[in-house]
């Protein structure tokens, strides 16, 4: 059975920092591009950042330098370090994974292995 249990949102102030993490089990991990995407209410989810099995990134516009991801293979663990956290970051946060697919390359809800998703809120 495959799961991806995310962790470390909450409440943050503006410029604040949080960093997610996405646990996966039932996978070869290491095989795998982890990618996070957020969603608010009404809108679709978009990809927030992505890192592949060869540990190439991709970021969402509205992220680069602000946001890095990382992987840890040994640990089956992929972390998103959110820094300067804004208002508009608030969402919920999604953990998803997808073999055979280059970081650059956003997927949709119908594919790969999704989380449950965690609250992130920045706001004073």
């Known amino acids: 059975q495959v799961q991806l249990v995310e962790s470390g949102g909450g409440l943050v102030q503006p410029g604040g920092s949080l960093r997610l993490s996405c646990a996966a089990s039932g996978i070869s991990f290491r095989f795998y591009t982890i990618g996070w995407y957020r969603q608010t209410p009404g809108n679709q989810r978009d990809l927030v950042a992505a890192?592949?099995?060869?540990?190439?990134?991709n970021y969402a516009d509205s992220v680069k330098g602000r946001f890095s991801i990382s992987r840890d293979n040994a640990g089956s663990t992929v972390y998103l370090q959110m820094n300067n956290l804004q208002p508009e970051d608030t969402a919920v946060y999604y953990c998803?994974?997808?073999?055979?697919?280059?970081?650059?390359?956003?997927?949709?809800?119908?594919?790969?292995?999704w989380g449950q998703g965690t609250q992130v809120n920045v706001r004073s």
């Open positions: 998803t994974a997808k073999t055979l697919n280059p970081a650059n390359r956003p997927w949709s809800t119908g594919e790969g292995y």
């Open positions: 890192i592949d099995r060869g540990f190439s990134t």
